[in-house]
């Protein structure tokens, strides 16, 4: 077991320390590991404490997630901790690096816990869609109090060794591990006191908790997991531990086969293959990233500077004048001083964070860039002479990045003499929140290029997820279809209200219109205009709408009205009107629209179009599909993505839908063959 543990002693101390690469999963092996040393250390009237630690980066980082589908065998965890508590030896844990999960639990089993100051501790159960189910939401109530336990849990965000100590779950921070074995050592020389969980009591009342749980459970949009932490949570004021303990682990159980459960653990899965190219081994080297640069200081290229800013990466942003030049910087100061008046930011992050920031009106101060990202007009005439530009202007070596979201990677990179060093970089709008990074390979983008941009985004805290060249690469080729078929649906006879009510009440973080709405009708109006014919279906009532300036929030109407500035639309008698006008233009018959028919349509054009996307080898994986849509477009975790929803539904009933559509309204049904053929539907190619 030398490669799971390590067992020492030191003085009156019986040391466990964890060793299993890479993260101190608390597996079935580890389990046993640490269960015999703990006998034999409990036997040994020499020791007077154990000390249970981890190594290097990791205290543990939890269960081991792979046993939730393949099944556990005993002692599980709840077993362990059992042990612990049982024997006759006090037991201290002493974290040295991330506790996450099943790793804090079995630390809570422990009679006292020490800090090293790289100490960082979560429940982060809820983002798999369950709760912790070896002790998390009934001792952890009973060590710090309830509501900030319950926010602990929902949130399943890490905190510091500092936070740790300030909530009370932790004894003290030492300096490093000797210094925390001699405080260890002198306490249980002085006679380490047992923690009995079963005599503590929570403080305070229920009620409590009703303002922490408000809005984690409007933003659950229908998983339950959110609703059973709090029940847990709440049990732990009146109920005795071991009856709280048995509802934990029977919850655990019953979440942990739920739909939603299985669709957030293959999230987890697909966010970490994400990061995996066929073709370039994870040891390609890759380019020095130490200085970059943005062109354009409007919403977007801001954003962007302050991707670079947070991530400690000096970043020059260039804009054509100063006057804009100067607005795009105010707007970075005033986000910067809102994240610090909040508390997000401690006041010398934020000016340090500025301090890196330095805006120019001349492209020459490009030149010494590592990775320049162009954030201007999405016009193919305005980014080439931005491309040819940079082409003269930067070193070689330099990476040249467009940010464009819909336009021809290849056709820019021409502009250059080097288009092996031109790729796409699709940041989200707000671009310092949005976790979504769209790698656009063009065809001579060389790997060294592309293996900096994976690693790149995830310096950027983003989930980087590869895509090849096409009109709107993976996730806007697939949402405006998506929005496509909404707008079908509306010229039939179905009211945006009404679809964007069908979709939110499903899970989707907002509708289309909605949506549409909050990036301004102007936006698509001038991209459909720009592509002329090549547009895919017009989009007549949302070009009437932006035609007469009903461009959505900004402009207080759009799809809806927006009443003295409110955030929240209203339905609008005069849309419906221009809805039914546009409807008897073109010689449609409008009929009642049911709220399936608007579901699966909208939802079976996102999987047809993703396996078209497939096919033509423009994503790696459906997976990857599933990991934009969640991060970038307001797909609900607990549904997995449009792939995955799609395989829970079964590919046969999808391809049959698809397949039904084709005949009633058209060849923008046409099914993808990869989706006839999983489902069974089409002989193999």
Request: hydrophobic share 45%; aromatic share 6%.
């Amino acid at each position: 077991m030398t490669d799971l543990i390590e067992r020492f002693t030191r003085g009156p101390l019986g040391i466990i320390r964890m060793t299993r690469q890479p993260v101190n999963a608390l597996g079935h092996a580890l389990r046993c590991a640490i269960s015999e040393a703990h006998r034999d250390f409990d036997a040994d009237p020499a020791i007077a404490a154990i000390v249970l630690t981890g190594s290097g980066r990791f205290f543990s980082a939890g269960a081991d997630i792979t046993e939730f589908d393949s099944g556990r065998k005993p002692p599980y965890l709840t077993d362990l901790i059992d042990q612990l508590e049982q024997g006759g030896t006090p037991v201290v844990a002493l974290i040295n690096g991330i506790a996450f999960g099943g790793g804090l639990e079995l630390s809570l089993g422990c009679d006292d816990i020490y800090l090293l100051p790289k100490a960082k501790l979560a429940l982060p159960e809820i983002k798999l869609g369950i709760i912790p189910g070896a002790g998390g939401t009934q001792k952890l109530p009973r060590v710090i109090g309830g509501p900030e336990a319950l926010a602990f849990i929902l949130k399943g965000d890490p905190i510091n060794a500092d936070k740790a100590c300030a909530l009370g779950l932790a004894r003290a921070i030492a300096p490093d591990e000797d210094a925390a074995l001699d405080l260890i050592a002198r306490a249980a020389e002085d006679g380490l006191p047992r923690r009995d969980m079963h005599t503590l009591t929570v403080p305070g009342a229920v009620s409590d908790l009703d303002e922490v749980a408000a809005p984690f459970l409007r933003r659950a949009r229908g998983a339950p997991a959110p609703a059973k932490a709090l029940e847990g949570v709440r049990m732990a004021y009146t109920t005795p531990l071991d009856e709280g303990l048995a509802w934990e682990r029977e919850t655990f159980t019953a979440l942990n086969a739920s739909p939603e459960s299985r669709a957030m653990r293959h999230v987890f899965f697909a966010e970490r293959q994400a990061a995996k190219i066929a073709d370039i081994p994870a040891d390609t080297t890759k380019r020095p990233v130490e200085t970059a640069g943005v062109i354009g200081a409007g919403t977007m290229g801001a954003g962007i500077a302050m991707c670079f800013a947070d991530a400690g990466i000096p970043v020059t942003i260039v804009e054509q004048d100063r006057e804009r030049l100067d607005a795009g910087l105010a707007n970075i100061r005033r986000s910067y001083e809102a994240m610090r008046d909040k508390g997000r930011l401690a006041p010398e992050t934020a000016e340090a964070r500025l301090a890196s920031i330095t805006g120019s009106v001349a492209m020459r101060d490009l030149g010494a860039a590592d990775v320049v990202v162009e954030a201007v007009f999405e016009a193919m005439d305005v980014k080439r002479e931005v491309f040819a530009q940079l082409d003269a202007i930067c070193k070689p070596g330099a990476i040249l990045a467009t940010n464009t979201s819909t336009l021809d990677v290849n056709e820019i990179a021409a502009a250059t003499g080097r288009p092996e060093d031109v790729i796409g970089l699709h940041f989200f709008s707000p671009a310092h929140i949005m976790k979504l990074l769209e790698v656009v390979r063009a065809e001579k983008t060389a790997k060294d290029v592309v293996a900096t941009a994976m690693d790149l985004g995830r310096r950027l805290g983003k989930i980087a997820v590869l895509v090849g060249v096409c009109n709107g690469f993976a996730g806007n080729r697939m949402f405006i279809n998506f929005n496509r078929e909404a707008q079908i649906l509306i010229e039939e006879g179905a009211l945006p209200w009404q679809i964007d009510k069908v979709l939110t009440d499903w899970g989707l973080a907002m509708g289309p219109l909605s949506v549409m709405d909050l990036a301004g009708l102007d936006v698509g109006y001038r991209i459909r205009k720009a592509r002329g014919a090549q547009t895919p279906y017009p989009f007549t009532t949302a070009d009437r709408l932006a035609e007469a300036g009903r461009l959505g929030q900004k402009t207080g109407a759009g799809w809806y009205r927006y009443p003295e500035g409110a955030r929240r639309g209203e339905p609008d008698p005069e849309v419906e009107a221009l809805i039914e006008q546009v409807s008897r233009e073109k010689g449609i018959t409008r009929r009642p629209v049911s709220d399936d028919e608007i579901l699966h349509r909208c939802l079976w054009q996102l999987v047809n179009t993703g396996y078209q996307i497939l096919e033509e080898g423009i994503a790696q994986r459906a997976s990857d599909l599933d990991v934009i849509f969640v991060n970038g477009y307001g797909f609900p975790r607990s549904r997995g993505g449009p792939m995955f929803h799609a395989q829970e539904v079964g590919l046969d009933r999808v391809a049959a839908d698809v397949s039904r559509y084709h005949d009633a309204h058209g060849a923008h049904w046409a099914p993808s063959a990869m989706l006839l053929r999983e489902a069974g539907k089409a002989p193999p190619a």
